[in-house]
Nanobody
């Protein structure tokens, strides 16, 4: 069993930056790829970024060049650095891990980009 807790969401102005954190507990996630998703009001949840156990990364086109996903295995934590934030980045951000047949989600952290 893994618990994921996201943090770092806030109200920021357009052009600002945030670093989101996803802290895992209950089991090490170092051997697993980790993903960030987001869900804006009235929209479906969309994939944002992925980091493999080896540190390879992939990004959705909507955040490519503005986002950086990273992990600190010693802290069992994954991060999402978001720069040059836009109003369309407003959403609840969730981290996700798939461990075999099981999938775990955090409760989400809200990012609101507004003047």
């Amino acid at each position: 069993q893994v618990q994921l807790v996201e943090s770092g969401g806030a109200l920021v102005q357009p052009g600002g930056s945030l670093r989101l954190s996803c802290a895992a507990s209950g089991s090490s996630v170092s051997r697993y790829g980790m993903d960030w998703y987001r869900q804006a009001p009235g929209k479906q949840r969309e994939w944002v970024a992925r980091i493999t156990s080896g540190g390879d990364t992939n990004y959705a086109d909507s955040v490519k060049g503005r986002a950086t996903i990273s992990r600190d295995n010693a802290k069992n934590t994954v991060y999402l650095q978001m720069n040059s934030l836009k109003s369309e980045d407003t959403a609840a951000y969730y981290c996700n891990v798939r461990m075999g047949f099981r999938e775990y989600w955090g409760q989400g952290t809200q990012v609101t980009v507004s003047p």
